[in-house]
């Protein structure tokens, strides 16, 4: 390993944003670990438009750029563009957070001097310092993942907890909202999960679920999700006419993620909006299957992860070729326990309006 990153006193530093929102927030202690050790650097995030939104907010960067590969980034063409203009903004450094090939090949193309990553994907010979993945790191969360390439660059650490801020006057408006539905608690549901349907907890379970805690607590639901998620989402507000709300695919991702923060409890399958409901401190109710909550989780103190102990799981595979018990094996009590658990203990500590 070459010398600290920090004896080279970058002042124009380009960050590669992970392409998932889960990822994205959780490279977010990364994120603050950077801006601690260069406080006087303007730093700007790469990020794709479906995650920028993460970052839009946060006191830690100076800059979000988007990375149209849809429009005008798009292919070979598109990647020499956008090379070509982080190459006129004369960056000094690029510290490389995604793991692609194509991470470190565009910051080689735009010229920047100190390019840092991990040794991933072939594209050592593309880094100024290349960082090798500890085998121990491989068995921890994530946020360690991110922390310790800083660490192995030299960099003194922040706290490893999630920062997510959001806008003020979105924050306001989400409240507006939660006041106008009138009962609570109010409780969110996250039916869905990209990767596949092995990720997802059955409809007819969030369904049965939203009819317990209504009848229980008077609850109202807020249904979130993707356009893809729609067909969830009717199913369960079918279920409980009049207390459901329907958000699949009607909500911009920072507006989904100021009406996380005003839920009283939420309820998710293993996906990015649990990532953003841990970032949030957001009480939450995480439903794993195939995927490895050790890895990917929800890094929060005010969490609940309900999964199976089988042998077959987790088998990361996005779809259940047997008999899907690792998710059919999760009851609506159990679940429902949990998120009564959670409520019990109290309030989300008091935010800044």
């Known amino acids: 390993m070459k010398s600290s990153l920090i004896d080279l006193r970058p002042r124009n530093i380009l960050l590669r944003s992970t392409n998932w929102i889960g990822d994205a927030i959780m490279t977010t202690p990364a994120v603050r670990t950077i801006r601690r050790n260069f406080p006087e650097a303007r730093i700007a995030i790469l990020a794709k438009p479906w995650v920028a939104d993460v970052f839009a907010a946060s006191p830690h960067v100076d800059e979000v750029i988007l990375y ?29 957070l995604q793991n692609a090939f194509e991470a470190a090949l565009l910051a ?71 006041a106008s539905l009138g009962n609570r608690p109010l409780i969110g549901l996250n039916p869905g999960a990209a990767y596949g349907p092995a990720k997802c907890w059955p409809a007819r379970k969030y369904g049965e679920l939203a009819c317990r805690l209504h009848e229980q607590l008077g609850a109202t639901l807020l249904v979130f999700g993707t356009a893809g998620d729609a067909g969830v989402a009717a199913e369960i507000k ?60 929800p890094h929060s103190l005010r969490a609940v992860v309900i ?28 679940v429902l326990a949990a998120v009564l658990r959670l409520l019990e203990n109290g309030q989300k500590p008091e935010e800044t309006p």
């Open 68 to 96: 149209r590969s849809d429009g005008p980034h798009r292919g070979i063409h598109g990647l020499w563009q956008l090379a070509a203009e982080l190459r006129a903004r004369r960056f000094d450094m690029a510290l490389l």
């Open 108 to 178: 080689r193309l735009a010229r920047i001097p100190v390019r840092a990553g991990y040794r991933r994907d072939a594209r050592s010979w593309l880094l100024t310092h290349p960082v090798t993945i500890r085998p121990q790191v491989r068995k921890i969360h994530q946020v360690h993942y991110y922390q310790d390439l800083l660490r192995q660059l030299g960099l003194t650490l922040g706290p490893d907890e999630l920062h997510l801020e959001l806008p003020r006057p979105l924050r306001r408006r989400a409240k507006e909202l939660a």
């Open 238 to 297: 079918g279920r409980l006419p009049g207390h459901v709300v329907d958000l699949a695919g009607k909500t911009k991702l920072d507006e989904a993620m100021a009406l996380i923060e005003v839920c009283d409890a939420f309820v998710t399958n293993d996906s990015g909006l649990m990532h953003v409901a841990a970032a949030l401190r957001t009480p939450l109710t995480a439903i794993f299957g195939s995927t490895d909550a050790v890895a990917t989780g």
């Open 307 to 334: 999964q199976k102990d089988l042998p077959c799981r987790p088998c990361l595979k996005p779809e259940c070729k047997e008999d899907f018990a690792c998710m059919e094996g999760i009851g609506v009590e159990e």
